[in-house]
T-cell receptor
Framework: GAVVSQHPSWVICKSGTSVKIECRSL??????MFWYRQFPKQSLMLMAT?????????EQGVEKDKFLINHASLTLSTLTVTSAHPEDSSFYIC??????????????FGPGTRLTVL | LAKTTQPISMDSYEGQEVNITCSHN???????ITWYQQFPSQGPRFIIQ???TKVTNEVASLFIPADRKSSTLSLPRVSLSDTAVYYC????????????????FGTGTLLAVQP
């Protein structure tokens, strides 16, 4: 259980194009999902919190018009990088939370999507 | 959100026990402590989670002292495949709202296991 998938696993695009990344919780429902970005040899940086049926909450410094987030269902959140530029090249990772045993919650992460903008 | 401090890196040899300590001096009452493992170009993988005392599962143990201001991840008999970055995170998981609480990653600990 607790599997989070992402699609695509990698994508290469031209500068100025938009790219959509999907995040799915395969065996549980997630009212909230999180999007992270990770540059080489750095830690994960939280970009935004995606809430099912409502607007996403963005971290300070993250452009909401640049990184569009849609959480259309309890198992799917999408991140669209609009008008991508080379500096947007990064590893994008999503996560979703679920209840473990004894009422504890844990976040589970997707495998990540490598975006390369030429 | 509670900030965590870990060693940047650690070295070990195959078959040894490895203990990685994390400091979280301002941990809140409803914060749980969670450890993740990350390999290059992969998403973090959940290892273990605890609130206090000791937690053990099939891959690791987590030791948390009474004051909860630190925690230690213990990996028994590491192998080369345990070479990875290990992250310690703390976050509030209040009942009914836990899944919405965001986690902030620190720098992590790069564990290098040598033959």
């Amino acid at each position: 259980g607790a599997v989070v998938s992402q699609h695509p696993s990698w994508v290469i695009c031209k500068s100025g194009t938009s790219v959509k990344i999907e995040c799915r919780s395969l065996d549980f429902q997630a009212t909230t999902m999180f999007w992270y970005r990770q540059f080489p040899k750095q830690s994960l940086m939280l970009m935004a919190t995606s809430n099912e049926g409502s607007k996403a909450t963005y971290e300070q410094g993250v452009e909401k018009d640049k990184f569009l987030i849609n959480h259309a269902s309890l198992t799917l959140s999408t991140l669209t990088v609009t008008s991508a530029h080379p500096e947007d090249s990064s590893f994008y990772i999503c996560s979703a939370g679920m209840v473990r045993e004894a009422g504890q919650y844990a976040k589970y992460f997707g495998p990540g999507t490598r975006l390369t903008v030429l | 959100l509670a900030k965590t401090t870990q060693p940047i890196s650690m070295d070990s040899y195959e078959g040894q026990e490895v203990n990685i300590t994390c400091s979280h001096n301002n941990i809140a009452t409803n914060d749980y402590i969670t450890w993740y493992q990350q390999f290059p170009s992969q998403g973090p993988r959940f290892i273990i989670q605890g609130y206090k005392t000791k937690v053990t599962n099939e891959v690791a143990s987590l030791f948390i002292p009474a004051d909860r201001k630190s925690s230690t991840l213990s990996l028994p008999r590491v192998s080369l495949s345990d070479t990875a970055v290990y992250y310690c995170l703390v976050g509030g998981f209040a009942h009914g709202g836990g899944a919405t609480n965001k986690l902030i990653f620190g720098t992590g600990t790069l564990l290098a296991v040598q033959p």
